[in-house]
């Protein structure tokens, strides 16, 4: 089966500096890749998603990912955060094949004022 | 957001007692999911379901069953719960993956603790 490593467990930043999260994922075939938002006490919002096409997508919020094949990763990009952007980040990916989509275990962002 | 409702939103129970959590949907997706959320393992699916009657296991189904008697609800039961079962757990919906459709959306959660 799938799996997905998200390498920072918790970032911290400053307001207007750049965030890139990285995600990588374990499947050799076709692949469908998600990065959802969790806000304190809320539930999972998607952000973005990857099913083929172009590889640089474009999200809500101002955020966009990029699908490297050869690299098994799919990295979430902000060019600058805001102190609103403070929540849990999780990626996620399917096969084409099934239904078990497999998230990461987190990242957690902090954005100081 | 999605129509997407759980209830309850909170439950504290004692081990060995059973309980039922429900998802109810007003969107009439087809495949319902059940996940629990625990630090430092992000989200895994118990069961799913890819329609009435049609359910099938996840990653962590042991000590969890399903039912899906109609399109809008799907209840995760713990038959005898544990204190390992303490956990944040989310229902989410899709329309049809095998279509292209394969985004979910999850609900607001129920926070189960077992003492």
């Known amino acids: 089966a799938q799996s997905v490593s998200q390498h920072n467990h918790h970032v911290i930043l400053s307001e207007a500096a750049s965030l890139e999260l990285g995600c990588n994922y374990s499947?050799?075939?076709?692949?469908?890749l998600f990065w959802y938002v969790q806000y304190p006490g809320q539930h999972l919002q998607l952000l973005l998603k990857?099913?083929?096409?172009?590889?640089l997508v474009k999200g809500i919020k101002g955020f966009e990912a990029e699908f490297i094949k050869s690299k098994f990763s799919f990295n979430l990009r902000k060019p600058s955060v805001q102190w609103s952007d403070t929540a849990e980040y999780f990626c996620a990916v399917t096969t084409a094949n099934n239904n078990d989509m497999r998230f990461g275990a987190g990242t957690r962002l902090t954005v100081k004022p | 957001d999605a129509g997407i409702t759980q209830s309850p939103r909170h439950k504290v129970t004692e081990t060995g007692t059973p309980v039922t959590l429900r998802c109810h949907q007003t969107?009439?997706?087809?495949?319902m999911y059940w996940y629990r959320q625990d630090p430092g393992h992000g989200l895994r699916l118990i069961h799913y379901s890819y329609g009435v009657k049609d359910t099938d296991k996840g990653e962590v189904s042991d000590g969890y069953s399903v039912s899906r008697s109609k399109t809008e609800d799907f209840l995760l039961t713990l038959e005898s719960a544990t204190s390992s079962q303490t956990s944040v757990y989310f229902c989410?919906?899709?329309?049809?993956?095998?279509?292209?459709?394969?985004?979910?959306?999850f609900g607001p959660g129920t926070r189960l603790t077992v003492t």
């Open positions: 989410a919906i899709s329309q049809n993956p095998g279509q292209g459709a394969y985004e979910q959306y």
């Open positions: 499947y050799g075939g076709t692949v469908n």
């Open positions: 990857y099913f083929s096409g172009d590889p």
């Open positions: 969107e009439n997706h087809r495949y």
